[in-house]
T-cell receptor, first 113, second 114 residues
Framework: KNQVEQSPQSLIILEGKNCTLQCNYTVSPFSNLRWYKQDTGRGPVSLTIMTFSENTKSNGRYTATLDADTKQSSLHITASQLSDSASYIC????????????FGGGTRVLVKP | DTEVTQTPKHLVMGMTNKKSLKCEQH?????MYWYKQKAKKPPELMFV???????INESVPSRFSPECPNSSLLNLHLHALQPEDSALYLCASSQDPRNTGELFFGEGSRLTVL
């Protein structure tokens, strides 16, 4: 069964600190992996899309890594800001089963001053 | 213009009401989607339209009826809903119906069924 597991479920960090979110997947065959940021009550916004051949991709203070061999990805947030408080969702696309997106459960991040 | 616009932002309806959610995009995208999201859960796919034709229906109850009048518009007609249908309904679009590219989400319509 295709699954995307994220950890931790939630975390609290102090403003200015760094944090790393994890995503493990069993989706196969793999096409690409996306990280989305979702503020409470609003739609998800794409942070990065990574294909099989990409190991690292940055978007401002967000850096995503991908290890397609171990089927793991991480999202690193550098110098966190209060506006980083949100849910971060890992999504994997498989070209099987009609190009279906499998969503992870998300990690809820709270940045405190 | 890289926006997906959803209206209304909030909707409260009774179980006997008929209402509609609307979604619009002007990016020339050929695939449009409806997702349902409950609190603290990831979005769940409901419907996919590809080139204005319904291509995926994830076994959604018939009280939800999608409609794609043209390539820029997507509606979700609601009738005889249940309180458990209360959720955030997200519309999304993508350039490529094969879903390999960027997926743009709207801000969502928060639905409450009384």
């Amino acid at each position: 069964k295709n699954q995307v597991e994220q950890s931790p479920q939630s975390l609290i960090i102090l403003e200015g600190k760094n944090c790393t979110l994890q995503c493990n997947y069993t989706v196969s065959p793999f096409s690409n992996l996306r990280w989305y940021k979702q503020d409470t009550g609003r739609g998800p916004v794409s942070l990065t899309i990574m294909t099989f051949s990409e190991n690292t991709k940055s978007n401002g203070r967000y850096t995503a890594t991908l290890d397609a061999d171990t089927k793991q990805s991480s999202l690193h947030i550098t110098a966190s800001q209060l506006s980083d408080s949100a849910s971060y969702i890992c999504v994997v696309l498989s070209k099987a089963a009609g190009n279906k997106l499998t969503f992870g459960g998300g990690t809820r991040v709270l940045v405190k001053p | 213009d890289t926006e997906v616009t959803q209206t209304p932002k909030h909707l409260v309806m009774g179980m006997t009401n008929k209402k509609s959610l609307k979604c619009e995009q002007h990016m020339g995208h050929r695939a449009m989607y409806w997702y349902k999201q409950k609190a603290k859960k990831p979005p769940e796919l409901m419907f996919v339209y590809s080139y204005e034709k319904l291509s995926i229906n994830e076994s959604v109850p018939s009280r939800f009826s999608p409609e794609c009048p043209n390539s820029s518009l997507l509606n979700l007609h609601l009738h005889a809903l249940q309180p458990e249908d209360s959720a955030l309904y997200l519309c999304a679009s993508s350039q490529d119906p094969r879903n390999t590219g960027e997926l743009f989400f709207g801000e969502g319509s928060r639905l409450t069924v009384l």
